[in-house]
């Protein structure tokens, strides 16, 4: 089992940053990918960002590729979302999920949110004009 918490969700002007922490406790943390979702109100899943275990090869959604940044610390467990540039259409809330998945595979499955096998609970983001 592998437990997940987001933290650092909050309220943020437009063009504001802010940082997103997902910080895991159970099993090996360093050998699971971890991926970032978003869900707004009446609004489908959508992929954000993820990072495998192996290589740190990272992976953006098209709506916030040049603005979002994953990174990951295994020796804290922890996987960080860098989210600049922030726009109202960001709001929603943030769910981290891990995969044990292997670093050949991590870029076919990254996008996939069934193909997590555990999620946290969520962080509220909600990005004000």
């Known amino acids: 089992q592998v437990q997940l918490v987001e933290s650092g969700g909050g309220l943020m002007q437009a063009g504001g940053s802010l940082r997103l922490s997902c910080t895991a406790s159970g099993r090996t943390f360093s050998r699971y990918a971890v991926g970032w979702f978003r869900q707004a109100p009446e609004k489908e899943q959508e992929f954000v960002a993820a990072?495998?275990?192996?290589?740190?090869?990272?992976i953006y959604g098209d709506s916030v590729k040049g603005r979002f940044i994953i990174s990951r610390d295994n020796a804290k467990n922890t996987v960080q979302l860098q989210m600049n540039s922030l726009k109202p259409e960001d709001t929603a809330v943030y769910y981290c999920a891990a995969d044990n998945v292997g670093s050949a595979y991590f870029p076919l499955s990254a996008r996939n949110p069934r193909e997590y096998d555990y999620w946290g609970q969520g962080t509220q983001v909600t990005v004000s004009s």
């Open positions: 990072i495998s275990w192996s290589d740190s090869t990272t």
